[in-house]
């Protein structure tokens, strides 16, 4: 199997694709005082992560990763790039303690599937996260939106310079449809459709996808399209 590398997406956005069970992307994103890594990859691909981030960066620690949430196959590599690279990481406030423990996906009502993200310890655990992200924030040219509903301190980050959101899980597109994310990891399904509206409100034009090909041009209108067509159901 070829070595997955990192794609420009947008002039400050690149992205690695990891062929784990369900594709995964981890984010690189450009700016003038260094590089933000966003998020941290599935398990089994932790060397090829922190071997490809350097690749693109030629040579350059990157200086944070924003974990959009905790999930096994989003945050894998967490503790190899704080160990090994000594950089800050970041993560919803409400997030970090199923990043650390003592908190535990599966001690939240939902699906019984839900338990299955358990099989792993915290990808964090013992360690720590220097910045608690919260709504309304901006870190590295990103801005912060709380998108509770999939993982219960999940974030989006919007790159308005080059009209670009990251949404972490909120939306999936595996076989190029715009849908929701995997129903069994997603706790609440009613609140992550109601993170779905907020986001699709904002300016924007690329929808970014951690599961599926980044939607260009068109994100923000397919996103809205998929909003309004559940509203037109519930009449």
């Not at 801005?143 to 509903?149: H, N, S, T």
């Not at 974030?155 to 909120?170: F, K, P, Q, S, Y």
């Not at 409100?201 to 980044?214: C, E, R, T, Y």
Request: aromatic share 6%; proline share 8%; glycine share 8%.
């Amino acid at each position: 199997m070829p070595t997955p590398t990192f794609t420009q997406i947008t002039p400050h956005i690149f992205k690695l694709d990891l062929p784990f069970r369900v594709p995964v992307g981890v984010w690189l994103v450009r700016a003038d005082e260094g590089w933000t890594v966003v998020d941290a990859g599935a398990p089994g691909f932790e060397d090829a992560t922190l071997k490809q981030i350097l690749a693109q960066t030629g040579g350059e620690i990157p200086k944070r990763l924003i974990l959009t949430h905790g999930h096994l196959d989003h945050a894998a590599a967490a503790q190899r790039m704080r160990d090994e690279w000594k950089l800050l990481i970041a993560a919803g406030r409400a997030e970090i303690p199923y990043l650390l423990g003592p908190a535990h996906y599966n001690s939240i009502p939902g699906h019984l599937s839900y338990r299955l993200l358990q099989l792993s310890p915290p990808p964090l655990i013992g360690r720590n996260v220097q910045l608690p992200l919260d709504e309304g924030m901006v870190l590295d040219g990103l801005d912060v939106f709380e998108v509770p509903g999939h993982a219960p301190g999940m974030v989006a980050l919007l790159h308005r310079e080059d009209r670009a959101l990251i949404c972490g899980d909120t939306f999936a597109a595996t076989g190029g449809k715009l849908g929701d994310p995997l129903s069994i990891f997603t706790y609440d399904l009613a609140l992550n459709r109601q993170s779905q509206a907020r986001l699709a409100a904002l300016d924007f034009d690329h929808l970014l996808v951690s599961h599926g090909p980044p939607i260009l041009n068109e994100g923000r209108a397919r996103a809205q399209a998929l909003v309004a067509s559940r509203a037109k159901k519930k009449k």
